[in-house]
């Protein structure tokens, strides 16, 4: 009964935090400190930013590896399918129900008006957080060629971003191997 | 026969979605696009816009959001019931899902102190910035002439922007530029 209790609670925390988090990823992560370090005590401060740079450096969305982490360090592979449960339902179930409707009324021209001035604005929003991004990542004079070649590859070139991504580890890992030889010489 | 053939290849291009979508968030939108507009053709440019709208309006985050909508959608667009479409839902998002629970599978149970780990930071002091670079080119490939229709669309891009980085809230922006284009683009 105990444990029945445990999962339930990791996927109630995560199923609340998937359904008022807007914008995913990075405005998560206040709320995911509240709810995990502050009222439930599962991680200390210190536990958590590790849970943090893990959850950055492997691949998917950062809420799901969050949610993963946290439900795997309680109970187990089964507390992390309970927690990635919680927090998958919340918008799974918001974006069925707005698929069903939107279909409905897409081609309805008073909503493509709505679109219309809607359209602009996302591309706005996905270019707003650049700067600030380029900051946390550690972008400076040296590497900005790194950013500008991706931006412009993948636009301009059509390249895959999983090319991209590939091409980038590999490149991170052969300058260390190269710095390693160097100083054994 | 078609619609197995159609599950599958959502189930490949969303877990490919997965395991390759590094930093999150619009970091993996030029992927999501590249694999169900350009690739698939599940959806349209347009489209794909409208999801991404949707995103930022709703919680969650806009991986799921993706795998949802497009399920059901690239499914009922070819003439399945609704009943199918939910399943191609189900079917996406459990393909997203899988790569990270995977790894982080591995990862607790090794404990791999990946922080730290020199081959590690390495490999992320490239990923990173390479990331940036690729939420730019998110950005770049949405600039067209299907999101950008005339120069209002480029005034509502510029009010917009300015005041997102000013720290204006994004659901209300969403909301002001969809009453924006009520007014704008009167019938």
Known sequence: MQIIK??????????????????????????????????KEWLNDSEFIDMLAIAQSIPGPIALNTALFVGNRRMGFKGSLFSAAGIILP?????????????????????????????????ALIAA??????????????NLWIPLVVALTVWLLKISPIFIILAAILLGLSHLAYLKILMKK | MELIDLYIALFLSFFKIGLFGFGGGYAMLPLIQREVVELHGW?????????????????????????????????????????????????????????????????????????????????????????????????????????????KSWIIFGVVL??????????????????????????
């Open chain 1, 6 to 39: 445990q999962y339930w609670e990791l996927f109630l925390v995560f199923f609340k935090i998937g359904a008022f988090t807007f914008g995913g990823g990075y405005a998560m992560i206040p709320l995911i400190r509240n709810e995990v370090v502050k009222k």
């Open chain 2, 43 to 151: 959806i349209s440019v347009a489209d794909f816009t409208d999801i991404v709208a949707i995103s930022q309006t709703t919680p969650g985050p806009i991986a799921f959001n993706s795998a949802t909508y497009i399920g059901y959608s690239a499914v009922t667009e070819m003439g399945f019931t609704t009943g199918y479409g939910i399943l191609g839902s189900a079917i996406c998002t459990l393909a997203v899902s899988i790569p990270s629970l995977i790894l982080m599978t591995l990862v607790c149970a090794f404990f791999f102190r990946l922080k730290g780990n020199p081959w590690m930071e390495s490999s992320l002091s490239v990923l990173k910035p390479a990331i940036i670079g690729l939420i730019a080119s998110a950005a770049l490939m949405l600039m067209n002439g299907n999101n950008f229709t005339d120069y």
């Open chain 1, 91 to 123: 918008s799974f179930i918001i974006i069925l129900l707005i698929a069903i409707l939107f279909a409905q009324f897409r081609d309805n021209p008073l909503v493509e008006r709505i679109f219309k001035g809607i359209r602009p604005a996302v591309v």
């Open chain 2, 162 to 187: 300015a005041a997102s980085v000013k720290k204006v809230d994004p659901i209300l922006l969403i909301l002001l530029s969809g009453v924006a284009g009520l007014l704008l683009y009167p019938t």
């Open chain 1, 129 to 142: 957080p650049l700067l600030g991004l380029s900051r946390s990542a550690g972008v400076n004079r040296k």
